[in-house]
């Protein structure tokens, strides 16, 4: 699950209906009733919320990777100045 919702990440290019659409995928196969009972959602809203057709709220997503076991990470970017050298800032 989390190496799919990680591939889903470096995809989205910023995209955040994709990113909720991929939990969405993985809610499914972990069972949606499950999940949404984990979240402390009800099974509905956590459909409409990850269907991709929408932007669901980060404190949503935050119950939700937390439902299915994932954890999220923050990492630095690597951009292409960073090998010559150069800092990349937040």
């Given amino acids: 699950?989390?190496?799919?919702?990680e591939a889903c990440l470096e995809e989205s290019n910023g995209d955040a209906s994709f990113v909720a659409k991929a939990l969405g995928d993985?809610?499914?196969?972990k069972g949606m009733t499950q999940v949404?009972?984990?979240a402390g959602l009800s099974r509905e809203s956590l459909y409409k919320a990850l269907s991709g057709e929408r932007?669901?709220?980060f404190d949503t997503i935050l119950k939700?990777?937390?439902a299915l076991g994932i954890e999220l990470?923050?990492?630095p970017l690597q951009?292409?100045?960073?090998s010559s050298g150069q800092?990349?800032?937040?």
């Avoid at 993985?26 to 196969?29: D, G, L, Q, S, V």
């Avoid at 951009?79 to 960073?82: E, I, L, M, Y």
Wanted: glycine share 6%.
């Fill in 79 to 82: 951009t292409r100045g960073a």
């Fill in 36 to 38: 949404a009972r984990e």
């Fill in 1 to 5: 699950m989390a190496a799919y919702l």
């Fill in 64 to 66: 939700v990777t937390r």
């Fill in 87 to 90: 800092q990349s800032h937040l």
């Fill in 73 to 75: 990470h923050a990492a």
């Fill in 26 to 29: 993985i809610a499914r196969a």
């Fill in 55 to 57: 932007t669901p709220g």
